[in-house]
């Protein structure tokens, strides 16, 4: 059940999410594994914070935290911290702060070389960024881990930063720039390049004319010229 949570949680379709890490909840307090809870606990603190219910999202991170700091391990610890982070930002709203906890999060545990946390991570406050339309940013803390994230099997996390990429490209009207970084990850999923002049004015006529309510409907309609 947590398992088909966390594809609702990558959709951000986060109320559908909550339901099966609620159901996995309860099952997961008869269990014995504390790992199992704690990554529950993540998640369902995870999924109040996205939906801005803070109030919920508190009460589970203090849960997770507690668990985290039972099980002693220090990369648990630095993952709820993050949650713990953007809570606090929430009543600051100090940017700089959020930031630098982030940082110092991400420093540490590419000390413990744990890179995939450290994407993990990245791609979590990169949902933050976004809600907080802070473009600029991102780009630059993706840029951070993106020379070494290419570099790995990690396929999936990857696709999902040139996505972000492309979002905050196209916000901050570097349509160039969005239009490179989609053409990156077609090549990802199976793509070699786009077919044609024609396809490319057409793709970047999306750009030109963007508007963010219309933005998925006119990648689908770009997408379907792909190769």
Known sequence: MMNIGLIYLGEE????????FNDSYQVAKGQESKYLLF????????????IEDFVNAKVYTDHCKKLALDLNIE?????????????????????????????????????????????????????????????NLLIELIGEIYPKLIE???VRRTVRMTEFLEVAYSEIGDYESAY?????RAKMLGGTSLRN?????????????????????????TVKLLP
């Open 13 to 20: 379709d986060y109320k559908t999410a909550l339901k099966f």
């Open 75 to 135: 990369v648990e610890i630095l993952v709820i911290e993050m949650i713990e982070a953007a809570l606090d930002y929430q009543k600051s709203g100090d940017l700089p702060t959020l930031t630098g906890n982030y940082k110092k999060i991400t420093q540490r545990l590419e000390e413990l070389n744990e890179f995939e946390d450290q994407v993990f991570i990245c791609d979590w406050f990169c949902k933050v960024l976004i809600r907080q339309k802070e473009y």
């Open 39 to 50: 990554y529950v606990l993540f998640n369902l603190s995870s999924a109040y914070y996205f």
């Open 152 to 154: 790995t099997d990690m």
């Open 180 to 184: 490179k970084i989609s053409k990156e």
């Open 197 to 221: 002049g024609a396809v490319q004015d057409s793709f970047m006529d999306n750009y030109q004319n963007f508007e963010k309510d219309m933005y998925v409907d006119k990648l689908e309609n």
